[in-house]
């Protein structure tokens, strides 16, 4: 969660050197691999995540988006009533307009030439929908919720075209190189489990489906997917049963209650909480040895329950990457 960023110091110093803004980064192939590629000089990990943004969908549709330091995410427009779907551009070919993130994934798949797997991402539409309406994942209302109440079937027909161009982009993704995908749903929580089972369920589970018949379609082998419901705990099962061949868990849900709802048949990451990563090394490394016993180490990735916070010290990330796999191989060497 949040491999590369602004918890590294060389994340930092590329930046200022380059003189660029985030999404500058994120459009120019050789900076996004670099960047992929800075974690993994540091640490012993066993994948790399494309260094990109969810919001590029909501970009190729039209809107204007940049981060700004110090200020954060900033829209020229938010969606305010239906009539505001018409400024989007429902055309849009999300491969050819987000060539730059294909070509990335490309180039860091051969400069990475074996050394782990690659991951790309996209986010759910429901998220999606809360940003271009909200202006971020916190608003002071909750206006894309009320959106779902007040303009239903606007609201479906935003989901269903979120829906149709985050299939064509993770497909796209695969071919590009990406050998697995994960999807986030980092605003699922919010709804509710009556709301959930309405307005995010259904395109989660037609993106796992859609994106792997493509793919088939194609003649391109399907590659594992990944999906991530943060606060969503009320649809374990339901995700379990989603298409998705793994289910990343957020840190406010016990390992043993996790497997036993989702059981066997799919695979769990997760769940560290990420303010654990101040916590002193031996309280860290504790903490990590607890949860891997939890979880088991077979159809499990460690992972932490949330994003990398920007003020923790680069060495704690590092004493929690050695001390999962330390961990790992007494668990292992003992069962």
């Known amino acids: 969660m949040r491999q ?9 110093e590329f930046k200022a050197k380059h003189n660029v803004g985030f999404f500058e980064m994120v459009k120019t192939p050789s900076m996004a691999c670099e960047i992929t590629l800075q974690p993994l000089r540091r640490f012993n990990l066993d994948a790399a995540i494309i ?15 940049d981060i700004v ?22 055309d849009a070919n999300v491969c050819m307009d987000l060539k730059y993130v294909m070509d990335a994934i ?23 929908m809360k940003f ?7 608003s002071p209302l909750p206006k894309a919720r ?22 064509d982009y993770l497909v796209g993704q695969v071919k590009a190189g990406a050998q697995i995908l994960q999807v986030f749903d980092s ?27 493509k793919l088939m379609e194609c003649q391109v082998e399907p590659v594992p997917m990944v999906v991530f419901a943060k606060d969503a705990h009320f649809a374990l099962d339901d995700l379990a049963n989603s298409g998705y061949d793994v289910v990343s868990l957020d840190w406010t849900i016990k390992p043993t209650h996790a497997r036993r709802v989702v059981g066997k048949h799919v695979s769990l990451q997760g769940n560290l909480d990420p303010c654990l990563l101040y916590a002193p090394e031996n309280e860290l490394k504790t903490e990590v040895k607890s949860m891997l016993k939890k979880f088991g180490t077979q ?10 916070h920007k003020d923790v010290n680069p060495d704690n990330v590092r004493m929690f990457v050695d001390a999962v796999h330390m961990y790992s191989e007494e668990i292992n060497a003992i069962s």
């Open 4 to 12: 590369a960023g602004r918890y590294l110091p060389e994340y930092g």
């Open 146 to 167: 009320k959106w779902l109440k007040v303009y239903p079937e606007a609201s479906k027909t935003l989901l269903n075209l979120l829906c149709e161009k985050t299939v």
């Open 132 to 138: 271009m309406i909200d202006g971020g994942s916190h």
């Open 106 to 128: 490309t180039l860091t798949r051969h400069t990475l030439n074996g050394q782990c797997p690659l991951f790309g991402f996209a986010g759910a539409p429901w998220t999606l």
């Open 299 to 308: 159809r499990y990735i460690a992972n932490l329950g949330h994003g990398v």
């Open 69 to 90: 330091e110090g200020k954060g995410i900033i829209f020229d427009f938010l969606l305010e009533k239906p009539e505001d779907l018409d400024k989007l551009y429902k």
């Open 187 to 213: 605003c699922a929580g919010e709804l509710g489990p009556d709301a959930f089972q309405e307005y995010s369920l259904p395109y989660l589970k037609d993106i796992a489906y859609r994106t792997k018949e």
């Open 51 to 65: 260094f990109s943004d969810i919001l590029v969908i909501p970009q190729v549709l039209g809107m204007g988006i």
